[in-house]
């Protein structure tokens, strides 16, 4: 009797998560952004919410929460139900680089991947009067001046491409300390400082208007939104690889019929040719269809993880260097 009455229980549950899987949604889902209106990654994610929202039958409501680098959005979605109506959209800061923060949920094992949206090139660029135009000529530069370059730390993704260039080239560079991209930007285009990693969507206004150069993607292939850039590998410093993604994840739990219907809306809204023409007006390049799916996005985030914890804990980076 005891049997028959929990497997009764196990299959009331099952129905009951049965149920809830093919009614979902059933109400709005809230795409919490870690980053503050405006910038690139709330931006991507706004295209996202409205276009999904066909497909889903329910709005996404985009709900911006900053501070720490991201951390605490992210932890808000870690913490929530696994039920698929609270989702982030996440990135190389937030999903691999925030380890230099006191986190209180696990990177790897708190979260299921929905999918990869895209890949986000990461330009280094210089200073319009810098006597380098490309990457093979600002090495040599360095080699004959050393001690003279300067670098902008004004996150972590940047502190680790600067830790990276110099153990592939043996050149040391000057970090200089910025909060965010946008003061460093001005200083570059002013000539204050020598060498800059960002988002090609930051980059690019000032590359076209001729205020700044571009001296590498840092990503294994040109990208189709700026093919006339050439890679870091073209530049002959192979390996020096940043670049920046979009994903979406969901709290670990959550029913894989859920993750199922969110990854179908967003592979949907990819597909659309208004969407990658959009994405590539900002600078991205839409992900790989095989890359889209949750198991694309899982290896994609454990490949990145992979390359960079190492290099992070080795440099010692911390919240408090940042």
């Given amino acids: 009797m005891r049997t028959f009455i929990v497997a009764m229980a196990l299959t009331a549950v099952a129905g009951i998560a049965c149920a809830l899987a093919q009614t979902y949604p059933s109400r709005q889902i809230t795409l919490v952004v870690p980053f503050p209106p405006g910038g690139s990654t709330d931006v991507a994610a706004r295209i996202m919410a409205e276009r999904m929202r066909a497909p889903l039958g329910q709005p996404i409501i985009i709900e911006n929460v900053g501070g720490a680098g991201g951390s605490i959005a992210v932890g808000r979605v870690a913490r929530a139900a696994p039920d698929g109506y609270t989702i982030d959209i996440g990135q190389w800061d937030t999903h691999v680089g925030s380890i230099i923060y006191k986190l209180d949920y696990d990177l790897q094992?708190?979260?299921?991947?929905?999918?990869?949206?895209?890949?986000?090139?990461?330009?280094?660029?210089?200073?319009?009067?810098?006597?380098?135009?490309?990457?093979?000529?600002?090495?040599?530069?360095?080699?004959?001046?050393?001690?003279?370059?300067?670098?902008?730390?004004?996150?972590?993704?940047?502190?680790?491409?600067?830790?990276?260039?110099?153990?592939?080239?043996?050149?040391?560079?000057?970090?200089?300390?910025?909060?965010?991209?946008?003061?460093?930007?001005t200083d570059l285009v002013s000539g204050q400082v020598d060498l800059l990693v960002v988002q090609g969507a930051v980059a690019l206004p000032q590359i076209r208007a001729g205020k700044i150069k571009a001296i590498a993607n840092l990503s294994p292939q040109r990208s189709a939104a700026m093919p006339d850039i050439p890679t870091s590998d073209e530049g002959g410093v192979s390996g020096l690889y940043m670049s920046g993604w979009f994903g979406f994840f969901a709290p670990k739990g959550t029913p894989k019929d859920v993750i199922a219907t969110l990854n179908h809306a967003m592979v949907q809204a990819l597909a659309d040719p208004a969407i990658r023409d959009r994405f590539t007006e900002l600078g991205l390049d839409v992900a790989a269809r095989e890359q889209q799916t949750p198991e694309g996005l899982a290896a994609f985030q454990k490949a990145e993880i992979d390359k960079w914890w190492p290099i992070i804990k080795e440099a010692g980076i911390s919240a408090q260097a940042q």
């Fill in 109 to 185: 094992k708190d979260f299921e991947p929905i999918g990869l949206i895209s890949n986000n090139p990461q330009l280094m660029v210089a200073k319009k009067n810098l006597p380098a135009d490309n990457l093979k000529d600002l090495v040599a530069w360095m080699k004959a001046n050393p001690g003279q370059i300067n670098f902008v730390n004004q996150n972590a993704a940047a502190n680790v491409s600067g830790i990276l260039f110099e153990k592939l080239t043996g050149q040391k560079v000057q970090f200089i300390p910025y909060r965010g991209a946008g003061p460093a930007m």
